[in-house]
């Protein structure tokens, strides 16, 4: 069971990323070109293997091209948190005092907005938008990186060949490089693949409110929203856009739990 | 403990008073927040006169302490599209999330911790296995995506439910489950591994040995160590819960704090996105603060830490 | 331990279903849904149809319209003449109540005039295209009462039969706080009374059994906000809502063979418009540019592919349903001409970048609308960004000058030519985009206080004529309005946009 999950993780998060990668030669059309007197296709129509939506312009290509969109947020988002999170996290480990105070409760505030509204909120002041809406994401996800990598430093800290390195005098940038490094790296990356489909899924759901990224871009979130107009006739245009997006979210979560199981069996996010 | 509840409570002031901060920061990040607090009829040649009104002319100090002192009274300003203290209005829709909240919870924990615990006990059989399925699936399947597709099938084509909206336990049904299948998942997969734990544990291993019933076993001894782990992360999760509520209750037109919010948002009504999004947040803390305290009465150990 | 939970479960949802079976039995009661909820229920104070559509339940018009002609008709006046050119003379009903009990007279009227010109009412009929023309209301007697305007105004009339006057009591207006209460408890003459105002959920309202014309037959009429078509029509199909506005007619199909509804369609007197705005500088400013729009724009295509034929093309500002309608030729789809007009105007269709805003949910498909108008200027090489609005930013953008190169918007009920031409082509108005013309303006001036029939005739059809040369929008049509109706419910949509069920009838389930 556990092989076959995680051969399912590495195969269903494969098709995705390939699909991403692969997009304008898996199809030859235009996610953006519309086609007016082909609208509302169903899948198998020809040339149009997902169907068209209702100003006809191909969904197979829209589905790709939202993987694109997708991908491309949550690898910015999560990049971007886990620098923040990282440096936060380090001071907050090795400068205990104070600075480790103040991240820790800038940590609990955080915590205390859930992220999907505090996304929302920022966005709504300061526009809606591609780069927006990957910064306010940012904005509300390094906190699992900050503590997790407090802790490991930390544990690190206590242990005796570290005493020992600091005892004959190693700095701390080595000791950085050479023994926080290596131990919190398996954990960083657990935990940017369970961040990762949720940034995705949450990127979706803002889209689909309208505070996230505009149409006639083809986003996930923003497709299902306006497929939702026709789910009585055209139950295509909101089903391939949600199975996209379920069947990302399933993969990169199974690539997760076989990465938590191989590196970090006791990290609980 | 007395030290412990102490500085927690010390502690949830601070983050109180941290948060507070952020939401008077956030409305100042787009640049001039006067834009964020007039009502939509203005004409362009009053913005000045209601900056002048609204005290957006003083000294940034200035401006944190009027609004820290409001705050306190609950005063986050008038809305503009009511007209009415923004407060007042977000505290009205409190008790409809909160019903929400605590069905999907209480859903939550009836579904999730059962099935956590019988996978655990009965590993790699044919339940463990559609339990493993059922959470990831769970996991992985968008709320809105869900909702939709169960309005569909339950409300148009069976007309068993109703599509939106409050008046009977029925339009509870879907928001509930709805909100609870995220949460559910993460739950029964937390259960199962904080058990599994457990039953590797020697003191279990000696009960077992010692011929007590395995529900026994199971009940006494493993539930208990079993239960810190799960209310932590119900604790930490509840912030979750809130957000999710924000979608879940626009779908289903549930009238609480989540879809005020969304329609603040979309009707640029400022004082009440303000007050709704500090009112969230203050509720996860005290949340939070309860799991704390319970977390503290259950592991002794944990107050000695603190 | 599962066993009990299971059942407790089970009994919480078979209660739960019980409950809502109940519900469902509504009798004579009719629930609407509508995409908002009204902005106050206060008369005579916001230019907004879903606003006034909605209280129109609880206050009387001072003249009604017939369904079918769409021209005025008694309703709390039963009669009018035109003393001299400015002074128009109502005849009031008598012996009618308001739900308080208060007597109408010609108080009332008065009051209510009173209310609206007060400028703390922030009223938006308080402007010239309204009832600012208006200097004096005589109290003539208890039952009559004359309208005194500064020029003659021919369309007081038409005003006076749409939701623009709908009229409030004096008593309960006057005292101290009036205002304030009638806002939070309306009171007016109309066939229902108030119940209940949940904000963001419904408005409930029972039937008003003294009413002067009759008791209606419904007895009691909810109105559901649901701002999403899908939301709605999942409803309608569900049985919770009885009438829903805005079917799209990709859908029109499926509700017809539900069984459960029926779509009931009219030709809607509102039109739909792309704007091209002139009030800020831009490409729209060129009146080439203006009118290689409407060549680029295939409006033929817009309504047999994105619309399913659910709309009739209008060439003028104003649509056949209009009493000065006057026929203009239609501009023609032509690309070439188009680019032959761009080149002339010097701009380069490849590097021009446009920014159109929509509403979303407002029309029928209206964000559809717009993206097809956008993928059709791309054949030409014209990038148009679609900028999404939610309904009351997107009239704050329009108020304040702040959307882009076009938007689009609706305009009606619009049944006479004054209420379109002067709101809409000149640039000191609310919802206007065009104007600084200076020809146009003095000419609109003079056809909107024209008495003569004929005369009258004459000046709006020389202004469809001019507005249609100057191409100030891309004229798109007359919208077809589709409301799903509940199979045990008889009603029958208005092109004059009258929502009103104290014409529906129920067969009780």
Redesign the interface.
């Known amino acids: 069971?556990k092989r076959t999950?995680a051969w399912l993780g590495v195969g269903i998060t494969l098709v995705v990323v390939t699909a991403a990668v692969a997009a304008p030669w898996l199809t030859p059309h235009d996610p953006l070109?519309?086609d007016?007197?082909s609208?509302?296709r169903p899948p198998g129509s020809p040339g149009h293997p997902l169907g068209t939506d209702?100003?006809?312009r191909d969904l197979l290509a829209r589905v790709l091209h939202g993987a694109r969109l997708a991908l491309f947020i949550g690898i910015c988002t999560v990049v971007i948190t886990m620098v923040v999170g990282g440096v936060l996290g380090l001071l907050a480990g090795f400068v205990e005092r104070w600075p480790s105070a103040i991240v820790m409760?800038?940590a609990?505030?955080q915590?205390?907005?859930?992220?999907?509204?505090?996304a929302?909120?920022?966005n709504?002041?300061?526009?809606l938008g591609l780069r927006n809406i990957i910064l306010s994401l940012s904005a509300a996800g390094w906190v699992v990186y900050a503590r997790v990598i407090r802790g490991e430093v930390l544990s690190v800290k206590q242990r005796d060949y570290v005493h020992a390195a600091a005892a004959l005098g190693i700095g701390r940038a080595r000791l950085l490089w050479r023994h926080v490094l290596p131990n919190v790296a398996p954990s960083i990356v657990v935990v940017a693949s369970l961040q990762f489909?949720q940034f995705v899924?949450a990127e979706?759901?803002i889209s689909?409110?309208?505070?996230g990224v505009?149409?006639?871009t083809p986003a996930w979130g923003s497709m299902?929203a306006?497929g939702?107009?026709?789910?009585?006739?055209?139950w295509w245009l909101?089903a391939f856009p949600?199975a996209a997006?379920?069947?990302t979210?399933?993969g990169v979560?199974?690539l997760g739990?076989w990465l938590r199981d191989t590196f970090d069996p006791k990290l609980?996010v | 403990m007395r030290g412990y509840v102490l500085s927690r409570l010390a502690q949830t002031a601070l983050v109180v008073f941290l948060s507070l901060t952020a939401v008077f920061g956030m409305v100042r990040l787009g640049g001039d927040p006067v834009l964020l607090f007039m009502p939509m009829d203005i004409q362009a040649k009053d913005v000045n006169e209601f900056r002048q009104r609204l005290g957006f002319n003083d000294p940034l100090p200035v401006q944190y302490g009027r609004f820290l002192a409001g705050a306190v009274r609950g005063d986050f300003g008038e809305s503009l599209r009511y007209r009415r203290d923004a407060m007042g209005l977000v505290v009205e829709r409190l008790p409809a999330t909160l019903l929400l909240g605590s069905t999907s919870l209480l859903l939550t924990l009836l579904v999730a911790v059962p099935l956590g615990i019988v996978s655990a006990v009965r590993r790699d059989t044919l339940v463990d296995h559609v339990g493993t399925v059922a959470t990831v699936l769970g996991q992985a399947t968008p709320g809105f995506w869900l909702g939709l597709m169960l309005i569909y099938l339950f409300s148009v084509h069976l007309r068993w439910l109703p599509t939106g909206g409050t008046g009977t336990a029925a339009h509870l049904v879907m928001p509930s489950i709805v909100l609870a299948a995220f949460f559910a998942a993460r739950i029964a997969r937390l259960t199962r591994s904080a058990v599994l734990d457990a039953l590797h544990e020697d003191y279990v291993q000696t009960a077992r040995a010692k011929g007590l019933a395995e529900v026994r076993v199971v009940g006494k001894h493993t539930l208990r160590n079993s239960a810190i782990p799960i209310v932590t992360l119900a604790g930490l999760e509840a912030g979750q819960l809130l957000g999710g509520a924000v979608i879940t209750e626009t779908i289903f037109a549930w009238p609480g704090v989540g879809r005020l919010t969304v329609q603040a948002l979309l009707n640029r009504d400022f004082p009440v996105v303000m007050a709704a999004v500090f009112l969230t947040s203050l509720t996860y803390t005290m949340l939070n603060l309860a799991v704390d305290l319970l977390y503290g009465w259950l592991d002794p150990r944990v107050r000695v830490r603190a | 331990m599962r066993r009990p939970t299971a059942l407790a479960v089970l009994l919480v949802v078979v209660l739960a279903a019980a409950s809502f079976a109940q519900d469902r039995g509504r009798g004579k009661e009719i629930v609407v849904g509508l995409g908002a909820e009204p902005r106050t229920l206060l008369a005579v104070t916001i230019v907004d149809w879903t606003t006034n559509t909605q209280i129109e339940h609880i206050y009387d018009r001072l003249l009604d319209r017939d369904a079918k002609t769409l021209k005025p008709k008694p309703m709390l006046a039963t009669s009018w003449k035109l003393v001299n050119d400015t002074t128009w003379e109502f005849a009031l009903r008598q012996g009618v109540k308001f739900h308080n009990g208060e007597p109408f007279t010609a108080q009332a009227v008065k009051a209510t005039f009173d209310y609206m010109l007060d400028p703390a009412a922030k009223s938006h009929y308080a402007t010239s295209s309204y009832w600012k023309p208006v200097k004096e209301v005589q109290v003539v007697n208890d039952y009559t009462v004359r309208l005194i305007t500064e020029k003659p105004y021919p369309s007081l009339l038409d005003h006076a039969a749409l939701t623009d006057f709908l009229v409030m009591p004096a008593k309960a207006l006057r005292e101290p706080g009036g205002v304030q209460k009638l806002a939070q408890h309306p009171i007016g003459t109309g066939p229902f009374r108030f119940v209940e105002w949940k904000r963001d959920e419904r408005l409930v309202l029972e039937r008003n059994p003294d009413y002067w014309a009759g008791p209606a037959d419904v007895s009691r009429v909810t109105f559901r906000f649901i701002p999403e078509f899908s939301a709605r029509l999942a409803a309608l199909l569900s049985g919770e809502i009885d009438i829903m506005k805005d079917v799209p007619p990709q859908v029109a199909d499926t509700v017809d063979r539900s069984g459960r509804a029926k779509v009931r369609a009219t030709v809607s007197s509102r039109i739909n418009y792309l704007a091209l705005v002139n009030l800020k500088p831009g490409p729209m400013q060129d009146l080439r540019v203006r009118r290689a729009m409407n060549h680029a724009v295939d409006v033929e295509e817009l309504i047999a592919q994105v619309l399913k034929g659910r709309a009739t093309r209008v060439c003028g500002p104003l649509a056949p349903t209009n009493v000065d309608y006057a026929p203009v030729e239609c501009f023609k789809h032509d690309p070439e001409r188009a680019r032959a007009l761009f080149k002339e105007a010097g701009v380069d269709p490849a590097k021009l970048s446009l920014t159109l805003d929509t509403p979303s949910g407002r029309y029928p498909l209206d964000k559809d609308v717009s993206l097809a108008i956008a993928a059709q200027l791309q054949r030409l090489g014209i990038t148009t960004n679609v900028v999404a609005n939610e309904w009351g930013t997107h009239l704050d953008k329009i108020k304040n000058r702040n959307t882009g190169d076009l938007f689009f918007l609706g305009w009606g009920p619009a049944l006479f030519g004054q209420g379109t031409m002067e709101p809409l082509f000149r640039a000191d108005q609310t919802y206007s985009s065009y104007g600084n013309n200076k020809v146009l303006d003095e000419k609109i001036a003079r056809a909107v206080t024209i008495v003569d029939a004929k005369g009258r005739a004459a000046a709006y059809a020389e202004l469809q004529k001019l507005v249609h040369e100057e191409a100030p929008w891309v004229f798109l049509w007359q919208q077809h309005d589709l409301y799903g109706v509940a199979a045990h419910v008889e009603w029958q949509p208005r092109a004059d946009e009258k929502v009103w069920m104290y014409e529906a009838k129920v067969t009780p389930r």
């Open positions: 069971m999950k070109r519309a007016l007197t609208g509302l209702q100003l006809g409760r800038l609990d505030v915590l205390s907005f859930p992220f999907i509204l505090l929302m909120t920022i709504a002041i300061v526009g489909s899924v979706a759901a689909f409110l309208g505070f505009q149409p006639p299902l306006e939702r107009d026709f789910l009585y006739v055209a909101a949600g997006l379920a069947l979210a399933l979560n199974l739990d609980r």
